[in-house]
Protein backbone atom coordinates (compact mmCIF):
# COMPACT_ATOMS: atom_id res chain seq x y z
CA UNK A 1 0.00 0.00 0.00
CA UNK A 2 1.38 3.76 -0.79
CA UNK A 3 1.90 5.99 1.81
CA UNK A 4 3.15 9.60 2.19
CA UNK A 5 3.71 11.10 5.91
CA UNK A 6 5.23 14.42 6.10
CA UNK A 7 5.87 15.37 9.35
CA UNK A 8 8.68 18.29 11.46
CA UNK A 9 5.72 20.87 10.45
CA UNK A 10 5.45 23.26 14.08
CA UNK A 11 5.30 27.30 14.48
CA UNK A 12 8.88 28.34 14.22
CA UNK A 13 10.10 32.46 14.52
CA UNK A 14 10.85 34.82 11.42
CA UNK A 15 14.26 33.85 9.97
CA UNK A 16 14.67 30.63 11.71
CA UNK A 17 14.67 27.09 10.24
CA UNK A 18 12.82 23.66 9.88
CA UNK A 19 13.37 21.05 8.27
CA UNK A 20 10.18 18.38 6.92
CA UNK A 21 9.69 14.45 6.45
CA UNK A 22 8.11 12.55 4.03
CA UNK A 23 8.70 9.30 4.77
CA UNK A 24 7.00 6.77 2.23
CA UNK A 25 5.97 3.20 1.93
CA UNK A 26 4.81 1.36 -0.86
CA UNK A 27 7.40 2.41 -3.09
CA UNK A 28 11.12 3.65 -3.09
CA UNK A 29 11.58 7.16 -2.53
CA UNK A 30 14.72 7.18 -4.81
CA UNK A 31 12.64 5.30 -8.12
CA UNK A 32 10.05 8.66 -8.70
CA UNK A 33 9.48 12.05 -9.12
CA UNK A 34 8.80 13.63 -5.59
CA UNK A 35 7.38 17.11 -5.12
CA UNK A 36 6.98 19.50 -2.13
CA UNK A 37 4.03 21.48 -2.16
CA UNK A 38 2.29 24.41 0.02
CA UNK A 39 -0.83 25.60 0.41
CA UNK A 40 -1.77 29.47 2.64
CA UNK A 41 -5.08 29.85 3.58
CA UNK A 42 -7.48 30.98 0.71
CA UNK A 43 -4.43 30.32 -1.78
CA UNK A 44 -4.09 27.66 -4.43
CA UNK A 45 -1.76 24.94 -4.18
CA UNK A 46 1.99 25.73 -5.34
CA UNK A 47 4.61 23.78 -5.91
CA UNK A 48 7.78 24.24 -3.99
CA UNK A 49 10.60 21.62 -5.27
CA UNK A 50 10.55 18.57 -6.65
CA UNK A 51 13.23 15.78 -7.40
CA UNK A 52 12.81 13.40 -10.20
CA UNK A 53 16.61 11.64 -11.95
CA UNK A 54 18.90 14.01 -11.18
CA UNK A 55 17.66 17.07 -11.06
CA UNK A 56 15.94 19.84 -8.56
CA UNK A 57 13.91 22.27 -9.16
CA UNK A 58 12.61 25.12 -6.77
CA UNK A 59 9.86 27.43 -6.92
CA UNK A 60 11.34 31.00 -6.95
CA UNK A 61 10.52 32.51 -4.08
CA UNK A 62 12.34 29.92 -1.99
CA UNK A 63 15.42 29.52 -4.09
CA UNK A 64 18.58 29.76 -1.73
CA UNK A 65 16.99 29.20 1.31
CA UNK A 66 15.44 25.60 1.10
CA UNK A 67 16.72 22.30 -0.01
CA UNK A 68 15.05 18.92 -1.29
CA UNK A 69 16.90 15.96 -0.59
CA UNK A 70 15.84 12.19 -0.30
CA UNK A 71 17.57 9.34 1.64
CA UNK A 72 16.87 5.88 0.09
CA UNK A 73 18.05 3.92 3.32
CA UNK A 74 15.44 5.69 5.23
CA UNK A 75 12.76 5.98 2.49
CA UNK A 76 12.66 9.67 3.31
CA UNK A 77 12.05 13.08 1.41
CA UNK A 78 13.04 16.12 3.23
CA UNK A 79 12.74 19.58 2.72
CA UNK A 80 15.30 21.78 4.68
CA UNK A 81 14.14 25.33 5.24
CA UNK A 82 16.17 28.29 6.42
CA UNK A 83 15.49 31.67 6.87
CA UNK A 84 12.14 31.20 6.65
CA UNK A 85 9.61 34.10 6.21
CA UNK A 86 5.87 34.57 7.49
CA UNK A 87 4.98 34.21 3.70
CA UNK A 88 6.05 30.35 3.71
CA UNK A 89 3.68 29.96 6.27
CA UNK A 90 1.54 27.22 4.87
CA UNK A 91 0.58 23.50 5.28
CA UNK A 92 3.14 21.26 3.52
CA UNK A 93 2.35 18.30 1.57
CA UNK A 94 4.48 15.95 -0.45
CA UNK A 95 3.46 14.37 -3.20
CA UNK A 96 5.02 11.85 -5.41
CA UNK A 97 4.56 11.02 -9.78
CA UNK A 98 3.95 7.77 -11.27
CA UNK A 99 7.76 8.26 -13.16
CA UNK A 100 10.54 8.62 -12.15
CA UNK A 101 11.03 11.86 -14.82
CA UNK A 102 8.74 14.56 -13.04
CA UNK A 103 6.61 15.86 -16.18
CA UNK A 104 5.58 19.66 -15.95
CA UNK A 105 7.12 20.29 -12.71
CA UNK A 106 4.43 21.69 -10.43
CA UNK A 107 1.79 20.72 -12.14
CA UNK A 108 -0.81 19.54 -9.67
CA UNK A 109 -2.82 17.12 -11.48
CA UNK A 110 0.75 15.35 -12.65
CA UNK A 111 1.11 13.98 -8.88
CA UNK A 112 -1.16 11.11 -8.38
CA UNK A 113 -0.33 10.68 -4.52
CA UNK A 114 -0.04 12.65 -1.55
CA UNK A 115 0.45 12.93 1.46
CA UNK A 116 -1.79 14.48 4.73
CA UNK A 117 0.57 17.61 5.02
CA UNK A 118 2.05 19.12 7.75
CA UNK A 119 1.61 22.95 8.93
CA UNK A 120 4.34 25.37 9.36
CA UNK A 121 3.63 28.91 10.83
CA UNK A 122 6.47 31.57 10.71
CA UNK A 123 5.79 34.66 12.89
CA UNK A 124 8.04 36.76 14.76
Known amino acids: QVKLEESGGTSVQIGGSLRLSCKVS????????MGWFRQAPGKEREGVAR??????VYADSVKGRFTLSRDSAEDTLYLQMNSLKPEDTAMYYC???????????????????WGQGTQVTVSS
Open 51 to 56: IGGAET
Open 95 to 113: ARQLSSYCYRDFELKEYSE
Open 26 to 33: GFSVTSYC
